[in-house]
C-alpha cells in the first residue's frame, strides 16, 4: 500500500486548501482558532515589548526618564519608535508568522475591507488582539507586584496609555488618530501591495511612530490601534473620551480603503492579509513545522 504525499509546499500547513489569508477559507471551516490564538500571543508580544520600554524610558523616576524629560520632543519620538519596533519584534515571532500578524483592529478591518479576511475571521482577530493587549498589560502590571519599584514606574506613566490631551477638543484628538492611522495603514498596505517593497512592511511602524509621535503624541497620544489603548486604560483607569480610539483610527482605515479603490496609491498586489511572512497565498503555516509537519 503506497501514502500519498502532498507536495513539499503543502506539508507546510496544517490545512492545505484553507486559504483563510486570502479571504477564501474552507467551506468546512468558518472558523479559524489557531490563527486567533497565534494573534492573540503576537499581540501580547507587542504589548510586553512596548510598555515596558515606554514605561522605562517615560517614567520620570526610571533612570533613563529622569535624563528624557528635559527633553520632550526627543522621548515621544523614541517611545512611538520602541512601540512601533515592538511590532516588529512581534511580527517575527513564530505567533506573526501564522496568523500575519496584525496586532491591531485598524489592520485587520483594512484587510476585510479589501476581502482578503471575512468579517467572521475579522472579528476573530480583533477579540484575540484585545486579549492579547489586556494579557500582555496584565503580565508587565505583574511584573510589578514583584518588583515593587517597577510598579510605581508602571503608574507613574499610566502603563503607556493613550488619552487625550485635556486642552485639546476631542474631536481634533479624533482626526488627529484618523490621520496617523491613515498614513499607518497605508504604509502597511502600500509596501505589502508592492512585492519589490514587502521586506519593509514588518518595519514600517517604528521609522514612522518616530516621525508622527512629536507631533501627534501629545494631542491624543498617536495610539492608531483600538486594542494597543483598550489594554492600559483597564490598568491605568483611563478612559476619559475614549471613543476618540474607536471613531479615529476606523475612520481612517475607511480614508485608505477609498483611496485603494479609487487607486490613488497606483495598482496594489495585496493578495495576503499579512505585514510579515508573505508567500502563503493565504494558508497559515504550521507554528512549529519541524515538530508538526505530516505526511498525508
Known amino acids: 500500500m503506497t501514502t500519498a504525499v502532498l507536495p513539499e509546499t503543502h506539508q507546510e500547513y496544517p490545512h492545505p486548501h484553507d486559504r483563510p489569508l486570502s479571504g477564501q477559507p474552507h467551506p468546512d471551516r468558518p472558523f479559524h482558532f489557531r490563527l486567533y490564538a497565534c494573534e492573540w500571543a503576537a499581540t501580547m508580544i507587542l504589548m510586553i515589548a512596548g510598555v515596558s520600554s515606554n514605561v522605562f ?38 505567533f506573526g508568522r501564522v496568523s500575519g500578524a496584525h496586532l491591531s483592529p485598524s ?23 484585545t486579549g492579547g493587549a489586556v494579557s500582555g498589560v496584565a503580565l508587565v502590571a505583574l511584573a510589578g507586584w514583584i518588583w515593587p519599584f517597577w510598579g510605581e514606574w508602571c503608574r507613574a506613566d499610566f502603563y503607556a496609555a493613550t488619552f487625550p490631551y485635556p486642552l485639546a477638543p476631542p474631536l481634533g484628538a479624533a482626526a488627529g488618530e ?16 508592492k512585492p519589490p517593497l514587502r521586506f519593509l512592511t514588518a518595519f514600517v511602524a517604528g521609522p514612522l511612530f518616530f516621525c508622527m509621535n512629536p507631533f501627534e503624541s501629545w494631542l491624543s497620544g498617536d495610539s492608531t490601534n483600538l486594542a494597543r489603548s483598550i489594554g492600559p486604560a483597564i490598568f491605568a483607569d483611563k478612559w476619559q473620551n475614549f471613543w476618540v480610539y474607536i471613531v479615529g483610527p476606523f475612520a481612517g482605515v475607511l480614508l485608505v480603503w477609498l483611496a485603494i479603490r479609487v487607486e490613488i496609491f497606483g495598482e496594489l498586489s495585496i493578495h495576503e492579509a499579512r505585514r510579515v511572512y508573505f508567500g502563503h497565498d493565504g494558508r497559515a503555516p504550521y507554528l512549529l513545522p519541524r515538530f508538526w509537519r505530516r505526511r498525508l
Open 178 to 193: 484618523c490621520g496617523a492611522t491613515a498614513i499607518l495603514v497605508g504604509c502597511i498596505l502600500y509596501t505589502g501591495g
Open 107 to 129: 489592520i485587520s478591518v483594512a484587510f476585510a475591507l479589501l476581502r482578503r479576511l471575512t468579517w467572521r475571521d475579522c472579528l476573530g482577530y480583533v477579540l484575540a488582539q
Open 57 to 94: 524610558i517615560g517614567a520620570t523616576m526610571s533612570p533613563a526618564g529622569h535624563w528624557f524629560v528635559v527633553h520632550p520632543a526627543f522621548l515621544a519620538a523614541l517611545e512611538g519608535f520602541f512601540f512601533g519596533f515592538s511590532s516588529t519584534i512581534a511580527a517575527f515571532s513564530p
